[in-house]
């Protein structure tokens, strides 16, 4: 025992007897009196007896979830890699305000979400609604603490949730819950979420996740292998974690593509037909052949081998045969299940047979004289495994950093990632990671897209968290996690660049090899507060300061990604200056943000457009320009807003 100097705490004595007694009577360390009550064989009811997965603080949680932001996304070009012509995205900022600000913009559009949490180790430091009377301003407040250099600070922005806290177990899942419930909405109808988690919290996920998700929407709880650490005081060595997987509907989830690794790529799992000889031809075989007619098709080169007229037997209705050595004729048809398509293939000269279910059937003949009948799939043979060995472990990803030149504790290995990215399976689709770390689920998209020429891509969000300056990384340059992603991409991409260069231009990758960099900001807009006008006095004040709502600091660029982002455009869209106004994805929109005359005007409604948006100072109180524009547009059609 160790000496702390202070007097027995006889209270804190008999709780704890009394939890090795009743441990179901206890909840986060503290008694709960109806569990006891009910343990002590007391005849009770329990308050709001249903099963549910109920915790301290959760209607607060879900006060946080429904509090809309005002936050916005700015660009920053200069951190980015061919930001013009990419698909990529990585979003600086805390994740639970980017989610909010992507709802409009990316609602139902993304295929797959891969995060991997805080596992609640007892020295996780995370944001949570950890003060549960604070107000929205206060938590607002709260999540934008910053250093005088601008960076996000422990103290003011992150709260330990150590083990002795009353509230272990709930702040984690206040900290989890609404940012789970903004992920689903984001995903797209066929869309499924992938989360990373260890024992400490697998149970509370699991029901988290069928709150939320469904239960009926579970797909799989992935066990993978890893190297694992010896408890040192159970001395039990745990080598696996756990991904748990659910579908946004898994009624549209449809069938994953072969992926075990242990099954060689030349196996017929990874062709989308399926052949089997079903008539064979070979030594100490019967012949089991017939008189095939011109031209029926063969897997060798015409003229390689032409089979003899006596050594193949007429065909007749009893798909008779002789057998080479005995010269006794063999029935063949016990057993040859596409004997009656062999002969309507036969008789619909030599074209592939197509059944009531739409599988397409054709027959050819092998260069050892076998009959070999080949069948379209309907669908795409597979399955996938759930408990993942040799997919790569933690010390695995720390080296393959170590070799980009970057350090980050505890990564994901990209192997593991790209299985389940494959789990997913679409080659097109956009790929979210909101808790990205070091951005390994970047890393396995561009690797994959480089396979297998696909043009899948990725959004990842990380907060700028200030690294640990005793650590190599923070040494090096890297001031926050946030930078050490940002250079992990850049500097795959470095390597996949160079791993073409000695190829043939046929040969070279086309993939999409870049990332746009945006960071959460406040709004440019001035935000009208309700709060604190005591008088006329200060409301007169209040509307004087905001007659323009733009703030007077604000950039044109980033008011411009602003209001498409609040329109529901994609970070990534078209954006083309035309000398007066912006016109997006190719006539979408049209922002007129730096002036407004009549020429302009003009050529806007020249560009027979759907919106419009302007800011209301350009008319600088011209009120019948301003009247004019709306009209006009409404002629023609148009929604006109002005800001």
Known sequence: MIMDGKSLNVTEEKIND?????????TEGKIDWEKLKAALGEDIEFRNERYVLNWAGKSDAFRILQAPTTATLVPCKEESVKFDDTG????EGENLEVLKVLQKSYFGKIKMIDIDPPYNTGNDNFIYPDRFSETKEEYLERIGDKDELGYMTREGLFRKNSKDSGHYHSNWLSMMYPRLFLARNLLREDGVIFVSIDDREFHNLRLLMNEIFGEENFIANFIWMNEGNIDNQSRIKRNHEYVLMYAKNEENFGHPPVIDP??????KLYKDYIENTIVKNGPGNPVSSIKLPKGFPVSFKEGEIEPKEDFWPKLNTAINVKDCKTQNEVTVSSGWSSKDIFIRFLDNELKPVIDTKGQETTFYLSDTGAIIVKKKRLEQQSHVLTILRNMGTVQEASKLLEELGVEFSYPKPV??????????????GIFLDFFAGSCTTAHAVLDLNKQDNGNRKFICVQLPEKCDEKLEAFKAGYKTIADIGKERIRRVIKK????????????????????????????????????????EEELLEQLTFYTDPVDEN?????????????SGIALTAKIEDKGGYYLVNDGEIALMLEKV??????????????KVITLDRLFKNNDQLKTNTALQMKDAGIEFKSV
């Open 18 to 26: 009394l939890k090795k007694i009743f441990p179901e009577a206890f």
């Open 88 to 91: 990529n995205i990585f979003i």
């Open 262 to 267: 242990n099954i060689p790529q030349s196996s």
């Open 415 to 428: 192997k593991l990632i790209k299985y389940l990215v494959q789990v997913a399976d679409d080659i097109e």
């Open 496 to 535: 996949i660049k160079e791993d073409d260069e000695d190829k043939l231009p046929f040969e070279k990758t086309k993939q999409d090899l870049g990332f746009k960099v945006f960071k959460l900001q406040p709004s440019n807009f001035k935000i009208w507060q309700e709060d604190g006008i005591k008088n």
């Open 554 to 566: 604000a950039e044109v660029e980033n008011i411009l990604y602003e209001l498409l982002l609040k």
């Open 597 to 610: 005359d009549e020429e302009i005007i003009k050529a806007v409604m020249a560009e027979k457009l759907k």
